[in-house]
């Protein structure tokens, strides 16, 4: 008896040493994708009218009065189709050369052609268009010349989906993008470009005024530089394991 005992006593603490070695691999990885981030949102605000920024160049958003967090185990803020949280312009916000955006994103319930998550006035954007599919636009010098990457794939509604749109600075063969981690298909447009800063500003759960996500996010990072294969799963499985540890 005191035998079973004893090696229950052991299995219950290595399952608990498992779960602490889990959450430190958690920060450990955040950590290292961190220094390569321009900026880096949780979504976890509770109070307040601030989106934060948990780099240290502080790039932090002011709320519209239509986004709103909502608590399902971990916080999300929920995007209205008119609400976005703008961040003022700064010469890092503009990917001028090769960049990288992951976002954890649920779905609007119902698309329309113009579901933006993120977008800067003839710089960038990137949002659900034309049949739920994903869309990446980069603008030449500040004009409404474009060049784009839209996916093979239609996504469903209320759903949610870990993104990585990777860019190489090449031009529209350079961008790739990834869901849940697994590379998509997709239609290049529009051949080379040279991204400039327009002084605008950056708008986050929207990629224009009115044209808004009207889903949910709980993560939205740009890095400045592509994520390499190691990387994009690193920041993909601290991402489930940051979620499964919160239910």
Same mark, same amino acid.
């Given at each position: 008896? /005191?035998?079973?005992?004893?090696?229950?006593?052991?299995?219950?603490?290595?399952?608990?040493?498992?779960?602490?070695?889990?959450?430190?691999?958690?920060?450990?990885q955040?950590?290292?994708?961190? @220094?390569?981030?321009?900026?880096? %949102?949780?979504?976890?605000?509770?109070? @307040?009218?601030?989106?934060?920024?948990?780099? #240290?160049? $502080?790039?932090?958003?002011?709320?519209?009065?239509?986004?709103?967090?909502? $608590?399902? @185990?971990?916080?999300?803020?929920?995007?209205?189709?008119?609400? !976005?949280?703008?961040?003022?312009?700064?010469?890092?916000?503009?990917p001028?050369?090769?960049? #990288?955006?992951?976002?954890?994103?649920?779905?609007?319930?119902?698309?329309?052609?113009?579901?933006?998550?993120?977008g800067?006035?003839?710089?960038f954007?990137?949002?659900?268009?034309n !049949?739920?599919?994903?869309?990446l /636009?980069?603008?030449?010098?500040?004009?409404?010349?474009?060049?784009?990457?839209?996916? $093979?794939? #239609?996504?469903?509604a $209320? +759903?949610? %989906?870990?993104?990585?749109?990777?860019?190489?600075?090449?031009?529209?063969?350079?961008?790739?993008?990834y869901?849940?981690?697994?590379?998509?298909?997709? +239609?290049?447009?529009?051949?080379?470009?040279?991204?400039?800063?327009?002084?605008?500003?950056?708008?986050?759960?929207?990629?224009?005024?009115?044209?808004?996500?009207?889903?949910?996010? /709980?993560?939205?990072?740009?890095?400045?530089?592509?994520? +390499?294969?190691?990387?994009? #799963?690193?920041?993909?499985?601290?991402?489930?394991?940051?979620?499964?540890?919160?239910?």
């Open positions: 008896m /005191r035998t079973i005992l004893c090696i229950l006593f052991l299995l219950i603490s290595l399952a608990g040493y498992s779960q602490n070695l889990d959450w430190f691999e958690v920060q450990q955040q950590s290292t994708l961190l @220094g390569k981030a321009v900026f880096w %949102y949780d979504f976890d605000e509770t109070t @307040g009218t601030t989106l934060y920024d948990k780099t #240290s160049n $502080s790039f932090d958003g002011a709320n519209d009065a239509n986004v709103t967090i909502q $608590s399902d @185990g971990i916080d999300q803020y929920h995007f209205a189709a008119s609400a !976005e949280s703008v961040v003022s312009d700064h010469d890092l916000l503009t001028s050369g090769a960049f #990288s955006i992951a976002a954890i994103i649920t779905t609007p319930s119902s698309f329309t052609n113009y579901n933006g998550f993120i800067k006035s003839n710089e954007l990137v949002g659900f268009f !049949e739920a599919k994903l869309q /636009r980069l603008y030449n010098n500040g004009t409404s010349t474009f060049i784009s990457f839209r996916t $093979s794939m #239609s996504f469903s $209320s +759903t949610e %989906y870990f993104i990585v749109v990777n860019y190489d600075g090449t031009g529209d063969s350079g961008i790739d993008v869901v849940d981690n697994v590379s998509q298909a997709g +239609t290049p447009w529009g051949g080379t470009v040279s991204v400039s800063n327009t002084t605008n500003d950056l708008l986050i759960g929207a990629y224009g005024y009115g044209n808004g996500l009207n889903g949910k996010m /709980r993560q939205l990072v740009l890095f400045d530089d592509i994520l +390499t294969a190691d990387e994009r #799963s690193e920041w993909y499985n601290s991402g489930t394991k940051v979620y499964y540890e919160n239910l």
